[in-house]
């Protein structure tokens, strides 16, 4: 099973904008997918944006336009960057990766915030 490590959460003002970044500790090239995931309080976890291996991304209806998913496939990263935040965009943010073998792997996820 895949290490999966998030960083780059914290506490934004409405407008503003913060970038997550995600590390896969795994042999490199057996990822398929890689994508990011969130949970606010009292809600279940929800998908915000994926990407595979040859660049093709899905994001939810709410995200779309504001956040933007990128990979770097040589290091086994994945990066969202987060534009025009809401306080509804306000959740804990998991990183999943999914390998050709059809393993799934969860990070332990990072905090945003969005309150003035």
């Known amino acids: 099973q895949a290490q999966v490590a998030e960083s780059g959460g914290g506490l934004v003002r409405p407008g503003g904008s913060l970038r997550l970044s995600c590390a896969a500790s795994?042999?490199?090239?057996?990822?398929?997918?890689m994508g990011w995931y969130r949970q606010a309080p009292g809600e279940q976890r929800e998908l915000v944006a994926l990407i595979t291996r040859l660049g093709s991304t899905n994001y939810a209806d709410s995200v779309k336009g504001r956040f933007t998913i990128s990979r770097d496939n040589a290091k086994n990263t994945v990066s969202l960057q987060m534009n025009s935040l809401k306080p509804e965009d306000t959740a804990v943010y998991y990183c999943?990766?999914?390998?050709?073998?059809?393993?799934?792997?969860w990070g332990k996820g990072t905090l945003v915030t969005v309150s003035s």
């Open positions: 795994v042999t490199i090239y057996t990822i398929d997918t």
């Open positions: 999943k990766v999914r390998q050709y073998s059809g393993l799934d792997s």
